[in-house]
């Protein structure tokens, strides 16, 4: 079992910066691909980021490529996600996601993840 907990969401301006974390306990945080994820209200989840379990690789969705970077800190158990030029259609709860994997593998599905933290709200108002 991973226990995935998100923090730093919030209300901010359009062209404003966040910086989300999530800190995993239970497992070894380097056996797991993670990936972020966002849905807005009444739309389905969608693929933000997500990085290999060595932090070698990396993938991003087109409409947050250039703007948001995924990190993971193996000391802290942490993967962040720096958004920065946020814009009013980047609001959505944001979920962390873990995978136990043996390969360096970026998974971009939700289908693929089987651990979810419980969410984080982004309101980026115009």
């Known amino acids: 079992q991973v226990q995935l907990v998100e923090s730093g969401g919030g209300l901010v301006q359009a062209g404003d910066s966040l910086r989300l974390s999530c800190a995993a306990s239970?497992?070894?945080?380097?056996?797991?691909?993670m990936g972020w994820f966002r849905q807005a209200p009444g739309a389905e989840r969608a693929f933000v980021a997500a990085?290999?379990?060595?932090?070698?690789?990396?993938n991003y969705a087109d409409s947050v490529k250039g703007r948001f970077t995924i990190s993971r800190d193996s000391a802290k158990n942490t993967v962040y996600l720096q958004m920065n030029s946020l814009k009013p259609e980047d609001t959505a709860v944001y979920y962390c996601?873990?995978?136990?994997?043996?390969?360096?593998?970026?998974?971009?599905?939700?289908?693929?993840?089987?651990?979810w933290g419980q969410g984080t709200q982004v309101t980026v108002s115009s």
């Open positions: 239970g497992r070894t945080f380097s056996n797991y691909v």
């Open positions: 990085i290999s379990r060595s932090g070698g690789s990396t």
């Open positions: 996601a873990a995978r136990y994997t043996s390969t360096a593998v970026v998974l971009t599905s939700p289908r693929d993840y089987n651990y």
